[in-house]
């Protein structure tokens, strides 16, 4: 038996890297996992397959969590579809790099709105859910460039900043009725987008961390596992860097 079995959790930003990776883990634990995608019908319906071989059920959605209303749309879905809402994984995110001299309103809003919105928008919308069950897990993917910030990139460091702050809001809030609200900020993650990078430039990243290599997809999906499981039951408000030391 797995460490979520019975439970049924929300991956948002489910089609590739750490997205893909989480919603992987969860299945192999033995969650029934719904998860959205915003692109490739295809890649989602070829996702479903690989998570339901795991003997789960699991269902794509094809859904816009920076709309409020799409947002509210999907979890009612969700619920409709799986009876429960146990975990939640705010994973959906883009990056609009910049100088700030050069970045554009609407890059600063495209960013705020994804990156940030999106998660109001789904906590929000899966509170009553969780509420009316007394339990749940709430995850929000932030970043390292939230702790420390990055020239270049104001809006996405902006966005995982708020993201830490409306995590440990929302821990507060609802912590006494069995809600747990954490947050997880990796560091440099290697996964398709880094492929395409200098191998000089990459290697020098991994050289210039404690522990000499960059982080996996899986290495964050272990440790929504251990937030997303009893495992944690005592554990919230927090933020847990997975940067192999990188901010030490």
Request: charged share 20%.
């Given at each position: 038996?797995?460490?979520?079995?019975?439970?049924?959790?929300?991956?948002?930003?489910?089609?590739?890297?750490?997205?893909?990776?989480i919603?992987?883990?969860?299945?192999?634990?033995?969650?029934?996992?719904?998860?959205?995608?915003?692109?490739?019908?295809?890649?989602?319906?070829?996702?479903?397959?690989?998570?339901?071989?795991?003997?789960?059920?699991a269902?794509?959605?094809?859904?816009?969590?920076?709309?409020?209303?799409?947002?509210?749309?999907?979890?009612?879905?969700?619920?409709?579809?799986?009876?429960?809402?146990?975990?939640?994984?705010?994973?959906?995110?883009?990056?609009?790099?910049?100088?700030?001299?050069?970045?554009?309103?609407?890059?600063?809003?495209?960013?705020?709105?994804?990156?940030?919105?999106?998660?109001?928008?789904?906590?929000?919308?899966?509170t009553?859910?969780?509420?009316?069950?007394?339990?749940?897990?709430?995850?929000?993917?932030?970043?390292?460039?939230g702790?420390?910030?990055?020239?270049?990139?104001?809006?996405y460091?902006?966005?995982?900043?708020?993201?830490?702050?409306?995590?440990?809001?929302?821990?507060?809030?609802?912590?006494?009725?069995?809600?747990?609200?954490?947050?997880?900020?990796?560091?440099?993650?290697?996964?398709?987008?880094?492929?395409?990078?200098?191998?000089?430039?990459?290697?020098?990243?991994?050289?210039?961390?404690p522990?000499?290599?960059?982080?996996?997809?899986?290495?964050?999906?272990?440790?929504?596992?251990?937030l997303?499981?009893?495992?944690?039951?005592?554990?919230?408000?927090?933020?847990?860097?997975?940067?192999?030391?990188?901010?030490?």
């Amino acid at each position: 038996m797995g460490l979520l079995t019975g439970k049924t959790a929300l991956v948002t930003g489910a089609s590739k890297g750490i997205g893909r990776a989480i919603a992987t883990k969860m299945a192999q634990e033995g969650a029934n996992v719904a998860f959205t995608y915003l692109s490739s019908v295809e890649k989602g319906e070829a996702l479903e397959k690989e998570l339901a071989a795991f003997g789960i059920k699991a269902k794509g959605f094809r859904s816009n969590a920076a709309e409020f209303a799409a947002a509210e749309e999907l979890v009612t879905a969700v619920v409709a579809e799986f009876g429960s809402l146990d975990i939640l994984v705010n994973n959906a995110g883009i990056t609009r790099d910049n100088l700030l001299m050069r970045m554009s309103e609407e890059m600063w809003d495209d960013v705020i709105n994804v990156n940030l919105k999106s998660c109001f928008n789904t906590v929000k919308a899966a509170t009553r859910t969780m509420m009316k069950q007394r339990a749940g897990s709430i995850i929000n993917i932030t970043s390292v460039v939230g702790l420390k910030g990055n020239a270049g990139q104001a809006n996405y460091a902006a966005s995982k900043a708020g993201i830490i702050g409306f995590t440990k809001s929302v821990a507060l809030e609802l912590g006494s009725r069995g809600i747990r609200s954490n947050a997880v900020a990796p560091g440099f993650i290697e996964t398709e987008m880094t492929d395409a990078l200098d191998e000089k430039t990459v290697q020098s990243w991994r050289d210039a961390i404690p522990l000499k290599r960059g982080g996996s997809p899986e290495d964050v999906a272990n440790v929504c596992l251990f937030l997303a499981s009893d495992m944690s039951a005592y554990v919230t408000g927090q933020t847990l860097q997975v940067d192999g030391g990188m901010l030490t």
